[in-house]
C-alpha cells in the first residue's frame, strides 16, 4: 500500500495499465507536452511516446471518434476531456454510435473517456458541471464515480480493461485534497458494487464521488450532536448500480436520503428514489428525500456557487427532517 492523492492514485493506474498493456493509449487537448490540465499524464509522452500519448486538436468530436475507431481496430484507448462539460460536443459518438455498437454488431468497444467534473473552484456554468445523469439513460454506455484514491486506481484499471465504453467522472474537487492508501501493483473494483463508507442504523445516505466526503462530514456532525447514526453508502459506479446494495441499507434503516452534486430535476437521484419507492415502499418509516443542486447553470461567484452545490448544512437539515419522522 502506499500513501497517495486522488490524482496520483488515477495517474498511476493508467501509467500501470499502458505497461501492462501495449495496446492502451491516450489522447486528448493538451495531455502529451503540457501533462494534461491537472497534470495527469505528466511524464507520459516521455515514457511512452507520442505515438502512445496523443496531443490532439481541440475538437472533443474528433477525440472521441477516433477512439471509437481505434477500439474497433483492437486499441484500449483513454480519452482526456478538459473539463467534464465539453463531452457534449461528442455527444453523437458516443449516443449514437459507440453506445450502439455491441448492440448492433456483437462487437466490443474498449474505451475511456476521464472527464475531470464537477465545482468548488469558481469556474462557472462552463467547467463546473456534473453530467452523469445525462448519459445513464443511454444504454451500452457505463458510468463510473469515484470518491476515494483507492476506488480511483481501481476502478480507472477496471474500465480500461473493460470491453465497454466507459466514462469515467473524476471530481476536479479532490484532486489533491485527500489521501488515502492505494494498494500498489495490479489492482481492480468490479462495477456495479457499492461501498459502505460509513456504517450507521438510524438513516442511509445514498451519493457518489465528493458528495461522500460531504455526507460523511454530515453523518459526522448528526452523530456528535444527537447521536443520530447516519449510514453512507458510496455507489461508486451509478451504470451500473448497486440495487441490491442500497435496499439492503434500507432495509436496516428505513430511511433515505439522496444526495448529488448534480441538479435536481431528472439527476441520478430520481432513478434511485424511484426504484426504492417502487420495491422497498413498505420498509420506510419517512418520504425519500434528496439534496441536490437547483435548477440553473452553475454560478461563477464563488457565494452563489456554494450556495449552488449541497453544503454540510443542507445535508444536516434533511437529516433532522427525516430523524423527526
Not at 500513501?3 to 495531455?31: C, H, K, N, P
Not at 479532490?174 to 468490479?190: A, M, Q, S
Request: with cysteine; net charge negative; glycine share 8%.
Amino acid at each position: 500500500m502506499a500513501v497517495r492523492t486522488y490524482l496520483q492514485a488515477i495517474s498511476d493506474g493508467l501509467r500501470e495499465e499502458m505497461r501492462r498493456d501495449e495496446r492502451v493509449f491516450v489522447i486528448g487537448e493538451d495531455v502529451g507536452v503540457y501533462g494534461g490540465a491537472f497534470k495527469v499524464t505528466q511524464g507520459f509522452q516521455s515514457e511512452f511516446g507520442p505515438w502512445r500519448v496523443l496531443d490532439s486538436p481541440l475538437a472533443e468530436t474528433a477525440i472521441v471518434g477516433a477512439c471509437t475507431g481505434a477500439s474497433m481496430m483492437g486499441m484500449r484507448p483513454v480519452a482526456e476531456m478538459q473539463f467534464a462539460d465539453f463531452v457534449s460536443c461528442a455527444w453523437d459518438h458516443l449516443v449514437t454510435v459507440a453506445a450502439k455498437q455491441h448492440y448492433r454488431a456483437g462487437s466490443p468497444l474498449p474505451f475511456v473517456v476521464r472527464l475531470p467534473s464537477g465545482g468548488g473552484f469558481s469556474g462557472g456554468p462552463f467547467h463546473s458541471q456534473n453530467p452523469e445523469s445525462s448519459f445513464a439513460h443511454i444504454p451500452g454506455l457505463k458510468i463510473v464515480c469515484p470518491s476515494t484514491p483507492e476506488d480511483a486506481k481501481g476502478l480507472l484499471v477496471e474500465a480500461i480493461r473493460d470491453p465497454n465504453p466507459v466514462l469515467y467522472f473524476e471530481h476536479k474537487h479532490l484532486y489533491r485534497r485527500i489521501k488515502g492508501e492505494v494498494p500498489e501493483g495490479d489492482w481492480t473494483i468490479p462495477f456495479g458494487e457499492a461501498r459502505v463508507h460509513r456504517a450507521g442504523s438510524d438513516l442511509t445516505i445514498v451519493t457518489w464521488g465528493a458528495m461522500v466526503h460531504t455526507a460523511d462530514e454530515a453523518a459526522a456532525r448528526a452523530a456528535e450532536r444527537d447521536g443520530t447514526s447516519v449510514e453512507v453508502l458510496d455507489l461508486r459506479t451509478i451504470t451500473p448500480w448497486d440495487r441490491t446494495a442500497v435496499l439492503s441499507s434500507v432495509a436496516r434503516t428505513a430511511k433515505l436520503l439522496v444526495l448529488h452534486e448534480d441538479t435536481r430535476t431528472a439527476g441520478f437521484g430520481a432513478e434511485i428514489a424511484a426504484t426504492v419507492a417502487e420495491e422497498a415502499f413498505e420498509l420506510l418509516d419517512a418520504p425519500i428525500l434528496r439534496v441536490a443542486a437547483p435548477d440553473t447553470p452553475v454560478p461563477f461567484s464563488p457565494p452563489l456557487e456554494k450556495a449552488f452545490i449541497p453544503q454540510v448544512d443542507d445535508v444536516l437539515r434533511a437529516i433532522d427532517r427525516l430523524a423527526s419522522y
